[in-house]
C-alpha cells in the first residue's frame, strides 16, 4: 500500500511538472491528484526539490546515441536523430520528463530560485556534451536549434499545423530539414551555405534580464504615463511572466496611481496584451516579404530570405520586441490555473501571428514553379515553413535563455547570415527537391 501511495505521488507529480514546471505545480495538487496525505511527500521524497529530482532523473533521453549519430554518420544524422527523438515523444513518461525540464527552464528566473539555475545548467551541459561544445561551429547548434524550438512550438507553445500532425509526418519533414543543415554545416568550406560570418564568434554573452535585452525609455525622454507603463509592464512580464507580475509595483516603478493602469489598460490581462502586440506586431512585414517576391527570380528570393532573417533577428533581439517575446515565451511556456483564460487568448494570438507571417501564408506562395505539388507535398510544404518559424525560437531560449556557447557570444547580426540559408532553400525549392529524392530512396 505504502509503495502505491509512493508511485501515485510520483505520477502525479510528473503530470503537474510536464504542465506548470517547478515553479508551477503544488504539492497540494499533487498530493490530491494522488488521493494521499501532503506529509508523505516528506516522507517518501523530502521535499517538493527531492520529488522534482527525483522526476527529471528518471529522463530517458539517448544522448550517446545522438551524439554517435552526429559523429559517425553525419550524412544520414538528420532522419536518425528525429527518429530517436520521435520514439522518445511519442512515451508519455519521456515526454512528460521533457515537458517538464523545459517548462521550468522557460520559467521566470526568481533570485531564490536555486532549482531554476541548476536545471539550465545542467541542461546546458547536456547539449554541449550531444551538440558540440563553446569551440564548435554555431551551425551545429542550429541544428539543435531546431530540435528545441519543434519541441517548445510542438508541445509548450502548440502552434498548429505543429502541434497536431502527425509522427510519421512531422519526422518525415524534420529529417529533411535538420539534415539540410547538418550538410550546410560540412560543406561550408566549399559553398557559402551558412554565409559569411563577419563578426567571427567574438562578442559580450547578453545575459537575461540585462538592461541590453530589457531596457526602458531613454533617460530624459517625453513620453507619456501610458507609454511608461507599458515600457515598465514590458520590463516586469519579461523578468516575471504574467504570473509574477503586480500592478502595484509597475505603479511604483512608473511613478503613478495604480488606477491609471485599468484606467489606460483596462485590466493586467489587457495590459499584457498590448505588450504581447507589440511583440507581434512585425509579423506583417514578413508576410508582405513572401507576398512581394518574385517567386522565379533567385535573387528576388534570396532578398526575400535576407529581409525576413533581419526581422525575426530584430524581433528576438531588439527593443520593444525582444522583451515582449521574452515576456511572451515565459507566460506561455509556464501557465498558471488561475489565469487559462488569458493564457487560451494569448495563444490564439501567437497562433494569428505565426498563420499570417509564415504559416497559411508564407506556403501559399512559396517556392518557384516547376512542378505541380500533390496535396500531401502541400501539407508537407506548409509544415516545413512552421519548423523553419521553431528554428528562432530554439535559438532564443539556447542562446538568451540558457546562455550555451557559442551562441551566447554570436554577435545579433551574425544571425541573419546563420538563418537567411535556411529560408532561401525553402523558396527556391531546395526542400521540395529534398522530399522528392527522399521518396526515391524509400518509397512508401
Known sequence: MNG???????????????????????????????????????????????????????SCVRGGQIRAALEEARHGAGAEVVGVLGELLGNERCRQVLEAIFRTVLSPDHDEDAMHRQVVEQLRAEYGNVIGGPDSHPGNHIFGALLTGTFVMRHLIPVEPLASVDVDTLTRVLGVQAQEILNAVDDRGEHAGWGELPGGVSGVVVEPGSDVNIGGPTPGEDVTTKVRILDAARRSFARLGYHGTALRDLADEVGCNVALIPY?????????????????????????????????????????????????????????????????????????????????????????????????????????????????????????????????????????????????????????????????????????????????????
Open 4 to 58: 502505491e501511495a509512493r508511485t501515485r505521488i510520483f505520477n502525479e507529480a510528473r503530470a503537474a511538472f510536464a504542465a506548470s514546471g517547478y515553479d508551477g505545480a503544488s504539492l497540494r495538487t499533487i498530493t490530491k491528484a494522488a488521493g494521499v496525505d501532503v506529509a508523505l511527500v516528506a516522507y517518501y521524497f523530502g521535499n517538493k526539490e527531492g520529488l522534482f529530482r527525483e522526476v527529471v532523473a528518471s
Open 264 to 444: 489606460h489598460y483596462g485590466s493586467k490581462r489587457g495590459l499584457f496584451e498590448a505588450v504581447v502586440g507589440q511583440g507581434l506586431a512585425r509579423t506583417h512585414e514578413i508576410r508582405a516579404l513572401m507576398d512581394e517576391r518574385d517567386v522565379q527570380s533567385a535573387e528576388s528570393n534570396a532578398d526575400a530570405a535576407r529581409g525576413t532573417a533581419r526581422i525575426i533577428v530584430d524581433m528576438f533581439t531588439k527593443d520593444p520586441s525582444a522583451t515582449a517575446l521574452r515576456a511572451i515565451v515565459l507566460s506561455a511556456a509556464s501557465p498558471r490555473d488561475e489565469h487559462r483564460g488569458m493564457h487560451d487568448d494569448l495563444m490564439r494570438m501567437v497562433q494569428a501571428a505565426y498563420d499570417d507571417a509564415i504559416g497559411q501564408g508564407g506556403a501559399a506562395n512559396s517556392e518557384a514553379a516547376g512542378h505541380e505539388r500533390s496535396a500531401e507535398e502541400q501539407q508537407e510544404l506548409q509544415l516545413a515553413y512552421l519548423l523553419f518559424g521553431a528554428l528562432p525560437v530554439g535559438v532564443f531560449v539556447l542562446r538568451d535563455i540558457m546562455l550555451l556557447e557559442p551562441l551566447a557570444r554570436v554577435p545579433v547580426d551574425d544571425f541573419v547570415h546563420l538563418i537567411a540559408p535556411r529560408l532561401e532553400w525553402l523558396l527556391s525549392g531546395g526542400f521540395t527537391a529534398a522530399m522528392r529524392r527522399t521518396r526515391e530512396i524509400t518509397p512508401s
